[in-house]
Every structure is written in structure tokens, then in C-alpha cells.
């Protein structure tokens, strides 16, 4: 079993950034792909931005891409996502996941493990 935690959310105004944390506990969480997605209200829930056990794959949704960046720390299990320049429409609630395979990380059903997820405001 692997348990994964989101922290970092808040409010911030359009053009500021947010550092998300995502830290996984469990025997074999660093064995597991790591991902991002949100969900904003009213919509479906979006990739956001992968990362490989290594770290040396990372991939992006275009939506975010050059204004996001994933990152992790395989010492402590923590995977972060640090925004930059974020706008109105990033305002959802962030989700980090756990998979086996990097070639699935677009897909949600392709996630063994949730998070709780972490609520981010961008007002305007």
C-alpha cells in the first residue's frame, strides 16, 4: 500500500505561484511513477504534469507547460509541483497519484494510488 498526501494550496492572485507537495508513504512508494492532475469546478479532472521514478522523464499538459514544474525528492518520497504566473483559469483542486508506468501517466484510470487532493485559488 502506498498512502500519498497533497499540501501547498491557498489563494494567490493571478501572476503569483504555489509550491505543491505530494508526499507518499509506504514500503514501496518509491517504486511508483508520480502525477499531477486537477479538477475545476464543473469540469472533468485533467492531467496536469508526470514524473518518473528517477525524475529524469517529466511530461506536461500544454495548458501548463513552461509555467509549471514537476520535480521530486527520492530521499523523502515527495514529489513537488511548483507554479509560476498562475491564472484564473488554474483555480481547481490538485491531485498527485501514483502509477506504475510512466506510459499511462495521462490516464487517470491508469493511477494505483490517490491523494485527498489540495484546493488552489487564483483570483483575478
Known amino acids: 500500500q502506498v498512502q500519498v498526501e497533497e499540501s501547498g494550496g491557498g489563494l494567490v492572485q493571478a501572476g503569483g505561484s504555489l509550491r505543491l507537495s505530494c508526499a507518499a508513504s509506504?514500503?514501496?512508494?518509491?517504486?511508483?511513477?508520480s502525477g499531477w492532475f486537477r479538477q475545476a469546478p464543473g469540469k472533468e479532472r485533467e492531467f496536469v504534469a508526470a514524473?518518473?521514478?528517477?525524475?529524469?522523464?517529466?511530461d506536461y499538459a500544454d495548458s501548463v507547460a513552461g509555467r509549471f514544474t514537476i520535480s521530486k525528492d527520492n530521499t523523502k518520497n515527495t514529489i513537488y509541483l511548483q507554479m509560476n504566473n498562475l491564472k484564473p483559469e488554474d483555480t481547481a483542486i490538485y491531485y498527485c497519484?501514483?502509477?506504475?508506468?510512466?506510459?499511462?501517466?495521462?490516464?487517470?484510470?491508469?493511477?494505483?494510488?490517490w491523494g485527498q487532493g489540495t484546493r488552489v485559488t487564483v483570483s483575478s
Open positions: 497519484g501514483a502509477l506504475i508506468s510512466f506510459s499511462y501517466a495521462r490516464q487517470q484510470n491508469g493511477y494505483n494510488y
Open positions: 514524473i518518473s521514478r528517477s525524475g529524469a522523464r517529466t
Open positions: 509506504g514500503r514501496t512508494a518509491s517504486n511508483y511513477v
